[in-house]
């Protein structure tokens, strides 16, 4: 049973669109949610984490959790360029010592 | 803006040979790991430090690897047999872990070829 489960596209948009990322998990005690991203062959760096569910806006960035569902999703508005990374969702049961399980990360092309 | 250093950022050493992969975590940070990336795949855990202990490996981290904080700012991933699987992009990840603060810093990571 796979403990995270995201699309990995590839996706293309063109600049100013919306973009929608998703992730669906297994693992109930999941609580701590984060998405970062990760340009090649570099690593990952930490975009937006947030705690159980709700919504949590940052700039352009939106991440949303709705563990009911075991669902989380990130938006980026008026996509730019700059904005063509990977994208990896991944979550943990508690900071500290516990891992993280990662998502195999949706690879994103924003075309001017 | 602080930063996890990894050393060096690229490493080819031939199969059965001892690699060490060094990083310098975020200086207050508490709690540091080692994760590894095949190429095309998830970033995988192996294994989590903190008060100079490992407290959770994966069984990925086998008894072919070991994890050492010499000197209180350097922290290591040794390979003491290297194979061909072993090739991977390896990080290293740092977090304080304290209330209220749950992000993971990465570090570049190192590209270890094994030939």
């Known amino acids: 049973q796979k403990e995270v489960e995201q699309d990995p596209g590839p996706l293309s948009v063109p600049e100013g669109a919306i973009v929608s990322l998703n992730c669906t998990y297994s693992n109930s005690a999941f609580q701590y949610f984060m998405w970062y991203r990760q340009y090649s062959r570099k690593g990952p760096e930490l975009l937006m984490y947030?705690?159980?569910?709700g919504n949590k806006e940052d700039g352009r960035f939106t991440a949303q959790v709705d563990k009911s569902s075991k669902y989380i999703s990130l938006f980026i508005r008026d996509s730019q360029p700059s904005d063509s990374a990977t994208y990896l969702c991944a979550m943990s049961a508690q900071t500290g010592a516990n891992n993280l399980f990662f998502g195999t990360g949706t690879r994103l092309t924003v075309i001017p | 803006e602080p930063e996890v250093t990894q050393t060096p950022s690229h490493q080819v050493t031939q199969m059965g040979q001892e690699v060490i992969l060094r990083c310098v975590p975020i200086s207050n940070h508490l709690y540091f790991y080692w994760y590894r990336q095949i190429l095309g795949q998830k970033v995988e855990f192996l294994v989590s430090f903190y008060n100079n202990e490992i407290s959770e490996k994966s069984e990925i981290f086998d008894d072919q690897f070991s994890v050492e904080r010499p000197d209180g700012s350097n922290f290591t991933l040794k390979i003491r047999s290297t194979k061909l699987e072993d090739s991977a992009m390896y990080f290293c990840?740092?977090?304080?872990?304290?209330?209220?603060?749950?992000?993971?810093?990465f570090g570049s990571g190192t590209r270890l070829t094994v030939v």
């Open positions: 947030t705690y159980s569910s």
């Open positions: 990840a740092s977090t304080s872990g304290g209330q209220g603060n749950y992000g993971y810093t």
